[in-house]
Nanobody, 119 residues
Framework: QVQLVESGGGLVQAGGSLRLSCAAS????????MGWYRQAPGKQRELVAG???????NYADSVKDRFTISRDNAKNTVYLQMNSLKPEDTAVYYC?????????????WGQGTQVTVSS
């Protein structure tokens, strides 16, 4: 089991920055991968950025060179630094954690944090 608590969302003007935080209830060394997803009204939830236990990162094309995912192992926290924000980045952002076993995959989600970018 993993509980995830997000923070850091808010309202920002286009071109601004925000940093989201996701605190996990257990050591993130024991979590196979963590990531940030977002869901805008009327759209499907999409992966924004992910980071594995080994430190490999991946990003959606739409956020490459603007967003950075990182982790602080001592604080069991994953961050999403968002720069050069655009109105199309407006969405509810969700933290995700994945635990993998030989025969299963369990996904855990945070409650979501709203990010609104005004033009």
């Amino acid at each position: 089991q993993v509980q995830l608590v997000e923070s850091g969302g808010g309202l920002v003007q286009a071109g601004g920055s925000l940093r989201l935080s996701c605190a996990a209830s257990r050591s993130i060394f024991s979590i196979n991968s963590m990531g940030w997803y977002r869901q805008a009204p009327g759209k499907q939830r999409e992966l924004v950025a992910g980071i594995t236990a080994g430190g490999s990162r991946n990003y959606a094309d739409s956020v490459k060179d603007r967003f950075t995912i990182s982790r602080d192992n001592a604080k069991n926290t994953v961050y999403l630094q968002m720069n050069s924000l655009k109105p199309e980045d407006t969405a509810v952002y969700y933290c995700n954690a994945v635990l993998l076993g030989t025969y299963y995959r369990n996904d855990y989600w945070g409650q979501g944090t709203q990010v609104t970018v005004s033009s």
